[in-house]
C-alpha cells in the first residue's frame, strides 16, 4: 500500500523572522525620518516665504493707495541724538486692509495708526481701552512662521512679549504675567519692518560711525512715511521685512514680537545667537536660513553665518564684509548696493 506525505501549510512567521522584519522596519524609518522632516521644513519655509511675499505685496498696495509706505511708527522729538519713542503701533497694523484683515482693522481708531504731530501718537496698551488691547490679541496666521512657535512665552509668566522697539536698538517686553488680568498675551509675529542699521539717526556733531549710522536709514522709521521714489537705491536692493525669532534661552522661549509693537526694526545686531542678545536680532527657526523680503516682493532665503563687527573701525573699513552687505541692503538711499546673498 503506497505511503502518503501529508504536507501542511505554515500559517506564521518564526520568532527570527519577525525579529528580522521589525529590524527591517527600523531601518526603513531610520532613514525616512530625516527625509520627512527635510520636506516637513522645506514646505514651512516655502510658507513662510510666501507669508513675507504677502506682507511685501500688501505694503506695496498700501504705497498705492497713499502714495506713501506704512509710517514705520510714532516718535517724539527728544533734545538727544534720537528719537524717543513709546508703545505706538507699528507697520503691522496698517496694513491689515490688504491682508484680508479688513474688518479687524476697523475696530482700531485712526489715532492709534495717524501722524499726530501734537502727541506722537498714541499707546496701543491703553488708548481706548480695553477694545485696542482685546483686537490686538488677534492671531493672524500670516504673520507667523510655521517652523516656529512664538506663543511659547505663555507657558511662564516671566517670560517677556515686546512691545515696543525704539530704533536706536532698545527692545522692550513686557513679562507674561502683566497680560493676565488683560486676557492673555497679544497676538505675536515672526516678521518685523526694516527701519535700516539703527533707524532714524540724526547726526549732533561731525563723527564717522554716527554718519555711517545716519545714512544706513532703513524703509520704516519714526515720524515719516516714505514713497517708492525715496528708495534710490533699488527696490531689489532694500529690504522690507526680516525674520524674527525672539529668544530662546536653555530650551526655554524667553522673547517673542508683538505685531501691533513691530515698528521699525534696528538692523545692527545681526544672526546673533547669544542667549542674551538674540532678541535685537533678525533670525529664523529654519536651518542655516532666515528668510528676508525685499522692497520689489522678492524673497530671499540668507544663510546665517556673519557676525556683527567688534568695533567701529571693523563697521567702516567694512572688516565684516557679509555685515556690511547687509547694512548696504537695508539702508534705501546709502548709494550702496552690494549684494546680500
Not at 295 to 312: H, M
Request: glycine share 8%; hydrophobic share 40%; net charge neutral.
Amino acid at each position: 500500500m503506497p505511503a502518503f506525505i501529508v504536507q501542511r501549510n505554515r500559517n506564521a512567521f518564526t520568532l527570527i523572522e519577525l525579529l528580522v522584519v521589525i529590524a527591517i522596519i527600523a531601518i526603513l524609518i531610520g532613514l525616512l525620518l530625516p527625509a520627512i522632516q527635510k520636506v516637513r521644513e522645506t514646505a514651512a519655509r516655502m510658507t513662510c516665504s510666501n507669508n513675507m511675499k504677502q506682507l511685501a505685496l500688501a505694503t506695496l498696495n498700501f504705497e498705492v493707495t497713499f502714495r506713501r509706505l506704512p509710517l514705520g511708527k510714532h516718535g517724539t522729538a527728544s533734545t538727544t541724538q534720537t528719537l524717543a519713542v513709546g508703545t505706538q503701533a507699528g507697520v503691522l497694523v496698517q496694513i491689515l486692509p490688504y491682508i484680508e484683515q479688513e474688518n479687524l482693522f476697523k475696530g482700531f481708531k485712526p489715532e492709534l495708526y495717524t501722524f499726530n504731530s501734537n502727541s506722537g501718537g498714541v499707546s496701543w496698551l491703553n488708548f481706548d481701552a480695553p477694545n485696542t488691547y482685546s483686537l490686538a490679541r488677534t492671531k493672524i496666521k500670516m504673520f507667523l512662521c510655521p517652523s516656529d512657535d512664538p506663543y511659547a512665552v505663555e507657558g511662564s509668566a516671566t517670560n517677556n512679549v515686546v512691545c515696543f522697539i525704539d530704533p536706536r536698538g532698545g527692545i522692550t517686553g513686557t513679562q507674561v504675567s502683566q497680560f493676565a488680568a488683560a486676557g492673555g498675551v497679544p497676538g505675536l509675529t515672526n516678521y518685523v519692518p526694516n527701519a535700516g542699521t539703527l533707524g532714524r539717526f540724526p547726526v549732533p556733531f561731525p563723527s564717522p560711525i554716527l554718519d555711517y549710522y545716519a545714512s544706513h536709514e532703513g524703509v520704516f522709521v519714526p515720524n515719516e512715511q516714505f514713497a517708492i521714489t525715496n528708495i534710490t537705491d533699488g527696490t531689489s536692493n532694500t529690504l522690507l521685512f526680516c525674520e524674527y525669532l525672539g529668544n530662546t534661552s536653555n530650551g526655554q522661549r524667553t522673547y517673542s514680537m508683538s505685531w501691533m509693537g513691530a515698528s521699525g526694526f534696528p538692523m545692527n545686531y545681526t544672526f546673533n545667537n547669544s542667549p542674551t542678545q538674540m532678541h535685537f536680532s533678525p533670525n529664523s527657526a529654519h536651518s542655516g536660513v532666515a528668510n528676508f523680503v525685499m522692497a520689489d516682493g522678492s524673497v530671499r532665503a540668507i544663510t546665517k553665518n556673519f557676525a556683527t563687527p567688534a568695533t567701529t573701525a571693523i563697521i567702516l573699513a567694512k572688516g565684516e564684509p557679509r555685515w556690511a552687505a547687509f547694512q548696504a541692503a537695508a539702508g534705501k538711499a546709502d548709494g550702496d548696493t552690494e549684494v546680500l546673498e
